[in-house]
């Protein structure tokens, strides 16, 4: 349950990130490409604060 929950919340923040940098401001890719590198620094740690979070709200695998 928690990696599909990860899962839209990040496709969110990716999708609404490219939404305002087209309607508002072209800064918007930088949250874009923070998510990128959280993404890639996960999968090298084997370690995510959204995961962390998700935990801590009570959310099982």
């Not at 949250?31 to 993404?39: E, R, S, W, Y």
């Amino acid at each position: 349950m928690k990696n599909k929950v990860f899962r839209i919340i990040v496709g969110s923040f990716i999708l609404t990130s490219l939404l305002l940098a087209i309607y508002v401001h072209q800064n918007w890719l930088w949250f874009t490409a923070f998510i990128g590198v959280n993404l890639i620094q996960s999968g090298i740690t084997k370690w995510c604060l959204l995961e962390t979070i998700l935990t801590k709200l009570g959310l099982k695998d």
